[in-house]
Every structure is written in structure tokens, then in C-alpha cells.
């Protein structure tokens, strides 16, 4: 949205509309004069100026400035928030590195938009060292980072300038693109980001750094639904027992999560059985290996959408739809009261009950 004031000199006003409507029909130009006639106006509309407000009308100006990023949010296909609605999160957890959550939260979050059917917002919380922008090539020249100083104060619209839009139904918040940067992003950011964004879509898919940061905790306690990943290995096995406890020590429902054992069938000496054993909890979709996996991810084009049919984008798809879809049920829509526990941890966060169970 561009705003231009009284004393830019009309031709060079008009002239820049003209320019910004060819190049960048999605920016909306409102035009502030001293003097409003027939003339003023129709030279404005033909140069693609969206709104013309009289000096001084500071409300007529906001709602111009509203109605013109409506427009915009059509033009792009960005989705806008609706106080009613009440999107759900999905946050992709592995305490071990490179099981394949990346892989899953893109995958799901492709599955989840099924071409437009859901709006899904794909967000990137492995701050430091995200890669979702690269997986499915994106310019990361919007990032949570420009999220920092709307803390406190964070709306649909703000949130909404953060996204970067990648097919239809699914939009992304990517990861700062240096780990430096990722230091500014506060884990409130998180928290007041999952309030927002739930408004905005029907699913909020969060991919995860491998540790247990406040951020990530923020997540959780957001989320409807943990989806906790894990490979046939023992250390990658073991983190999950011990993220499990976690999640019990923290009082999560057992109900909202989910364990998904990726590759699946790599032949390593684990049986499905030796592993539920293990972490004492059902595997709720098998993923099998793939070179595929790796190819597409290289390709920048996710699996669930270069092939469909590969067992790979099956095992995911089935699993969004048979596990996700089928329980997308609002958490905190107001229908359903709050459960003493779930009323606790929204008062105290996951964070803070973690320093209270050390002490
Ligand atoms: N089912 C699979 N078959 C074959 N390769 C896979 C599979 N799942 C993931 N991979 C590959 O494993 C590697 C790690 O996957 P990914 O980046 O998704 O893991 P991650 O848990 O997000 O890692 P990190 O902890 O570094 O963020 C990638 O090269 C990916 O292509
Ligand atoms: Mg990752």
C-alpha cells in the first residue's frame, strides 16, 4: 500500500500510479488531496489510483487504506483473519535432528491445502537454521523477523505482511536466513503468531528446530495436535521416549498426538513392534524410505505434489486425512470448555511450568 500526501505535485503522483499498477498490480495507491472534483478523480481512476481521500480525514483514510488492502489480499491470494474462526495447529516435533521433520511439516502442510481445498499457513520455527524456504524455493525476503517490532500489538494485517504465499491454500512464514537474525525473534512473537494465524486459516503447520526451546514450547502449548517423528534408529528412538515423558510431565493430552516413524522399512534390525514396545505408544503412519524424498527436496518441489502416487506422498496424505482432517476439531473455539489442565497451561505457558517441575 502506498499513501501520497497532499504535497506531491499531482502529475508525479499519477504518473507513479500509472507505473505501480503495470509492475506491481498488487500494491494499491491512495491519494490524499487538498482539493477533491469530478476532474481530480477521473484523471486518478485513470491512472489506477485506488481511493482519493480529502486532507485531514483521518478516518475516511483508514478505511480507504483498509479497503485497498482488501483488494490486495485478493490479488495475492493472502488470506485475511476472521474473528470467528479458529484455525488448528499442528506442530511437527523430533528431539533428534534430521528425522525428517522438514519433510513432513512441507509434505503435510501441501496435503492439508490439497489444492486450495483448506488454507493452511506453513510456519518455520527452526529459527536458526530453517529450511522450508529452500525446500520448496522461496525468496525468504519476508521472514518472522519483520514480525519483532508488531510484538504486542501483532493483528491479522501484520501477520498477513509476514507471509509469503506459495501455492494456492497454502502460504508460508519463513525463518530468518541467518542465525544471527533468529536471536531478535522473542518466543512471545511465537505465542501472539498462533493466536493470530488460526484466525487467518483452516491449519497452522509448524516445523521445529530439534531442541525444546521456549519457542517451541510456545508451539505446543498452541497446538491441537503434536506430531512427533521419529526414524527405526536407537538414539532417535530414545529422544522420543524422552520427549514423551516430557509431554506427560507437561500434562499434554495423549489423545492430540501422534508418533510417525519415517522410513519406515529401512532394514536396520527394528521391528514395528520392537519400536512401539519402546515408546509405549502406537505408531500412527508408517513413512517409508525413499531416494525420491531427496530428489524432490533438491527439485524444490515436495513429493506430495511431484508425485501423488509415490507411497511416500501416500503414507503422508492418508495420515493428514485419516488422523488431522478427520480430528480437526476447534480446541479453544469457546464450544468446548477447557479442561482444568488445558485452563492451567494456557494461564502459566509450557515454558514456565517446565522451570516449576525442575525446582
Ligand atoms: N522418508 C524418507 N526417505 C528418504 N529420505 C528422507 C526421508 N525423509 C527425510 N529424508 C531426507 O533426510 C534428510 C533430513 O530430512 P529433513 O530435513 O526433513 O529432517 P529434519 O528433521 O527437518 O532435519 P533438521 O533437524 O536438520 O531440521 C533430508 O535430506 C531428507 O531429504
Ligand atoms: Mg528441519
Redesign the pocket.
Known amino acids: 500500500l502506498v499513501v501520497i500526501g497532499p504535497d506531491v505535485p499531482e502529475h508525479d503522483a499519477l504518473s507513479f500510479a500509472s507505473h505501480i499498477r503495470i509492475t506491481r498490480p498488487a500494491v494499491g495507491v491512495v491519494l490524499i488531496r487538498e482539493q477533491i472534483n469530478v476532474a481530480v478523480l477521473t484523471r486518478a481512476l485513470q491512472a489506477g489510483v485506488r481511493e482519493v481521500v480529502p486532507v485531514g480525514a483521518l478516518t475516511a483514510l483508514a478505511q480507504a487504506c483498509e479497503r485497498s488492502r482488501e483488494v490486495s489480499r485478493s490479488v495475492t491470494g493472502e488470506p485475511a483473519g476472521e474473528p470467528g474462526r479458529h484455525g488448528q495447529v499442528i506442530t511437527v516435533f ?1 528431539a ?9 511439516a512441507v509434505n503435510l502442510a501441501t496435503s492439508l491445502a490439497a489444492g486450495g481445498q483448506h488454507s493452511v499457513c506453513l510456519l518455520d520455527l ?1 529459527l536458526a ?1 530453517g ?1 522450508v524456504a529452500i525446500s520448496v524455493q522461496l525468496e525468504p525476503t519476508r521472514t518472522i523477523v519483520g514480525g519483532v517490532p508488531m510484538v504486542g500489538r501483532l493483528d491479522s494485517t501484520g501477520a498477513s505482511s509476514l507471509l509469503t504465499p506459495y501455492r494456492p491454500g497454502l502460504t508460508t512464514l519463513l525463518a530468518p536466513v541467518s542465525p544471527g537474525e533468529a536471536e531478535k525473534v522473542p518466543a512471545a512473537l511465537v505465542a501472539e503468531l498462533l493466536e493470530v494465524l488460526p484466525t487467518m486459516v483452516d491449519f497452522v503447520v509448524v ?1 521445529t ?2 531442541q525444546f526451546s521456549e519457542h517451541v514450547l510456545n508451539a505446543m502449548d498452541a497446538s491441537s495436535h503434536h506430531v512427533l ?1 521419529t526414524t527405526p534408529d536407537v538414539p532417535a528412538l530414545k529422544n522420543l521416549r524422552l520427549t514423551l515423558d516430557m509431554l506427560d510431565l507437561l500434562s499434554y493430552p495423549t489423545e492430540r498426538r501422534s508418533i510417525v516413524l ?2 519406515s522399512d529401512s532394514k536396520v534390525g527394528l521391528t514395528a513392534d520392537d519400536i512401539e514396545r519402546v515408546v509405549r505408544a502406537p505408531i500412527a503412519a508408517h ?5 525420491e ?2 530428489i524432490s ?1 533438491n527439485k524444490g518441489t515436495p513429493i506430495t505434489i511431484a508425485n501423488p502416487a509415490h507411497p ?1 506422498s501416500q503414507a503422508i496424505t492418508r495420515f493428514a486425512r485419516t488422523t488431522l482432517l478427520s480430528h480437526a476439531e476447534p480446541v479453544r473455539n469457546g464450544t468446548r470448555a477447557p479442561s482444568p489442565v488445558a485452563a492451567e497451561q494456557a494461564k502459566q505457558g509450557a515454558f514456565a511450568r517446565l522451570r516449576k517441575g525442575r525446582r
Open positions: 523430533s533428534k535432528g534430521g528425522c525428517g521433520k522438514t519433510t513432513l527452526d537454521f529450511d516445523d528446530p530439534s517423528l519415517n522410513r513413512v517409508p524410505s525413499s531416494r524424498v531427496p527436496v511416500v
